[in-house]
């Protein structure tokens, strides 16, 4: 029995790597929104992945992406629940050559993950930054968004790469130009996007657009409430023990009913027989016409009469009432 249970539990260890990444393999992102903005409130670029997971995927998905190994640990990990509201997930990172593979768990569809990297080369008032998709998963709709840093001039793709758009100045004030992947990139396809910009200063984004989005760090909470992902798991459990016991005291209840209802003939039918009434009633009856038996005699022989005679036994007279 114990080599039958060493055996086991080889198999299990063997078997659960490979299971794991042929989920991996099986998972497929339905559109990829990648948003680069460079200096926005650090000296580098913050990357931002806005994922949405191929509805034929299996949730709760198990998710692994590779961000670069210099760029360390992301700056936030979340789902988009129903309430369209970013939550924070726990993640765990793992080195994988120059990468650093970053492994989470989503129960929703929309998931979103940030990092910042510090590959951004300034030389005086020149800026040049080099973007690599590992080819994690297959793609079916691959968008990249630039946003042009504040005094910033002249951004624009190198030569032989991609092309973007002219650039739409959008309510913040910042300008963003759009990269659009032409077709569908397949799981192991990489690519590159280099691009540059001249800014004559060392202002920061941030500092300057009219409305900065809600971001905090990978702590457990939610970006946008205050109710964290371990949280809502916990009013969950409290929401099921509450509805357990409101179903054991509606059984409980519906129990005693029937009981009660059980019981009642039977308490009908033991007062049709007499059983509920009361002894001193009786008594209070037999002491009444005794009473009035005693005050009962014949005025003609002076006799004793019983309390239902009409005529005196000894003398024959009608008795007076």
């Known amino acids: 029995m114990k080599r039958w249970f060493i055996a086991l539990v080889l198999?299990?260890?063997?078997?659960?790597?490979?299971?794991r990444v042929r989920a991996q393999s099986?998972?497929?992102v339905e559109r990829l929104q990648?948003?680069?903005w460079p200096e926005y409130d650090k000296p580098n670029v913050l990357m931002i992945y806005r994922i949405t997971i191929a509805a034929s995927s299996t949730?709760?998905?198990?998710?692994?992406?590779r961000i670069p190994k210099a760029a360390g640990s992301p700056y936030n990990v979340a789902m988009k629940d129903v309430d369209g509201m970013l939550y924070n997930l726990k993640f765990?990172?793992?080195a994988d050559g120059e990468w650093l593979r970053i492994n989470f768990t989503s129960a929703a569809l929309e998931v979103q993950l940030e990092y910042y990297d510090p590959g951004l080369v300034i030389n005086g008032a020149a800026r040049q930054f080099e973007y690599r998709w590992p080819g994690d998963y297959k793609v079916k709709t691959m968008l990249v968004r630039m946003q042009q840093p504040v005094n910033a001039t002249d951004m624009q793709l190198a030569k032989g790469t991609q092309t973007m758009d002219n650039g739409q100045r959008l309510e913040d004030g910042l300008?963003?130009?759009t990269i659009p992947i032409d077709g569908t990139i397949a799981a192991g396809t990489a690519f590159k996007l280099q691009f540059s910009y001249n800014k004559p200063d060392?202002?920061?984004t941030s500092t300057q657009v009219q409305s900065q989005p809600v971001r905090t760090p990978t702590n457990g909470t939610p970006l946008s409430s205050g109710i964290s992902s371990d949280n809502s798991i916990l009013f969950v459990g409290l929401g099921v023990g509450a509805l357990l016991i409101l179903a054991g005291l509606w059984y409980w209840n519906q129990q005693r009913l029937a009981t009660s209802r059980a019981s009642a003939p039977s308490r009908r039918r033991h007062a049709v027989s007499g059983v509920y009434v009361s002894p001193p009633a009786r008594v209070r009856r037999e002491t009444a016409a005794e009473a009035a038996g005693e005050s009962a005699y014949c005025h003609q022989c002076g006799k004793r009469a019983g309390p239902d005679d009409a005529?005196?036994?000894s003398c024959g007279s009608r008795l007076r009432n």
């Open 11 to 19: 198999l299990i260890t063997i078997a659960a790597p490979w299971a």
């Open 26 to 28: 099986t998972l497929e």
């Open 34 to 36: 990648i948003d680069i």
């Open 59 to 65: 949730l709760p998905a198990q998710v692994s992406l």
């Open 92 to 94: 765990d990172q793992v």
């Open 175 to 177: 300008t963003y130009y």
């Open 202 to 204: 060392s202002i920061l």
């Open 311 to 313: 005529f005196c036994r």
